[in-house]
């Protein structure tokens, strides 16, 4: 099997120009071969209309859902110390504001 690219011109997948070439290439199929890449287009939509996705995508919504309630709980009470004076987040500072210091 041989391919019309150079020698080293090879680049990964993930590349824009790559994915430019890949393209460019499926779009000359598609001119060349229009039956066959109508027919290739159904058949990679048919088989993503199987997978699960609406279901895996509801499933993630509600874990974050869940999720969601604690974190706010934690932001708000951490607000309200700092609302207090309390600083309980930065490293090294006292856990509470002391007193201020008396008169003579």
Same mark, same amino acid.
Not at 40 to 58: E, Y
Not at 71 to 82: D, M, N
């Given at each position: =099997?041989?391919?019309d /690219?150079a $020698?080293?011109?090879? !680049? #990964?997948? =993930?590349?824009g #120009?790559?994915?430019?070439?890949?393209? /460019?290439? %499926?779009s000359?199929?598609?001119?060349?071969e229009?039956?066959?890449?109508?027919?290739?287009?159904?058949?990679?939509?048919?088989?993503?209309?199987?997978?699960?996705?609406?279901?895996v995508? #509801?499933?993630l919504?509600g874990?974050? =859902?869940?999720?969601?309630?604690?974190?706010?709980l934690?932001?708000?009470?951490?607000?309200?110390?700092?609302t %207090?004076?309390?600083?309980?987040?930065? $490293?090294g500072?006292?856990?509470?504001? !002391?007193? $201020?210091p %008396?008169?003579p």
């Amino acid at each position: =099997m041989s391919t019309d /690219r150079a $020698p080293g011109s090879e !680049s #990964s997948p =993930m590349t824009g #120009s790559a994915l430019e070439a890949f393209a /460019r290439d %499926a779009s000359l199929y598609a001119r060349e071969e229009p039956a066959k890449a109508l027919g290739t287009a159904f058949g990679v939509g048919f088989l993503f209309a199987l997978l699960p996705i609406g279901r895996v995508l #509801s499933a993630l919504l509600g874990i974050l =859902m869940q999720l969601l309630r604690p974190a706010l709980l934690l932001l708000g009470f951490v607000k309200l110390l700092e609302t %207090a004076g309390i600083d309980c987040c930065r $490293p090294g500072s006292p856990k509470a504001q !002391s007193e $201020p210091p %008396a008169n003579p």
